[in-house]
Structure formats: structure tokens, C-alpha cells
């Protein structure tokens, strides 16, 4: 079982590449995840003053309608066995899930939707080394200009 990330980045979709040859290769089903982060969340919701349970339903069901966009083009669905959508902390949720789901590696984009340089990485870590810290898998990190004929 391969667990890919997926934050609706070029980044992502890159991995997502990656992950569906590999998959072939190696006979191997993909589980998709995106992770509503809690921390945007809860901005969110003391900006607009909402319960934060509404906010939260309202971005999960946003990034469940982002997935069916995202692979609406998607050639090669029948390695896809689930997509799924949590909120947390992306870094713990994609380590809860690789445990749950037993998954034999991780492949992820680099970097995100948000970029590269932002102040939290470069003081606390990416989301990718934070992963690695945490799980005892593999984890394959997968650059944003990967070369597609490459893969």
C-alpha cells in the first residue's frame, strides 16, 4: 500500500505520478490524502466567527470536491483504492494514516500549496521531515520539477 499526500499542488500531482508507476510496478494500490491543516482552521473560524466544527466540515467537504476535480482527468484510477480527507496537523495526520492503513511507503511532493520558504519551515522543519521523524516506512519525497519521462 502506497499513501500519497496530496494538497492540490503541481508538487502533488508530480508525486502523484510517481507513486501510480511505482504502483504498477510493484503491483501495489495507491491511498490518496488531504489533510485539512487544524491550525488554518481555527484562524478561519475566530476570523468569521464561526464554530470551528463548521468550518472544519465546510473545508473537508471543499477538499472532497477538490479530489474528484483533481483526478477528474486522472488516466489511471484503478490503482487509486481511496481518497481520503482528515484534519489535524498534516504531518501527524499523514503519520496516523500511514499506521492505520499499514502503508509500505510514503511518496510525497518536496513542497506543498503554500511553497518553499515560509518561516514555519525554516524553523520547525517541512511537513516531509517532520513525516520522516515519525514513521518507521519509507519515505520518498519527490521533487516539484521531476521530469515526467522519468518516471
Not at 511518496?107 to 521531515?129: A, H, L, N
Request: charged fraction near 30%; charge should be negative; include cysteine.
Amino acid at each position: 500500500m502506497i499513501l500519497v499526500p496530496i494538497d492540490f499542488s503541481d508538487c502533488a500531482l508530480n508525486s502523484l505520478r510517481y507513486a501510480t508507476e511505482t504502483a504498477e510496478k510493484n503491483d501495489s494500490s495507491l491511498v490518496l490524502l488531504h489533510v485539512v491543516d487544524s491550525r488554518e482552521a481555527k484562524r478561519i473560524a475566530e476570523y468569521t466567527k464561526e464554530p470551528l466544527t463548521e468550518v472544519t466540515a465546510r473545508l473537508k467537504n471543499q477538499a472532497a470536491q477538490m479530489f474528484r476535480r483533481f483526478l477528474s482527468e486522472w488516466n489511471k484510477k484503478d490503482r487509486i483504492k481511496e481518497t481520503l480527507v482528515s484534519c489535524g496537523p498534516p504531518f501527524q495526520e499523514i503519520a496516523i494514516k500511514a499506521r492505520e492503513i499499514d502503508a509500505d511507503i510514503i511518496i510525497m511532493g518536496g513542497y506543498g500549496s503554500r511553497g518553499k520558504g515560509q518561516i514555519d519551515e525554516i524553523f520547525f522543519g517541512s511537513t516531509v521531515e517532520k513525516v520522516i521523524r515519525l514513521l518507521p516506512c519509507p519515505v520518498l519525497c519527490v521533487p516539484v520539477d521531476w521530469p515526467e519521462e522519468d518516471i
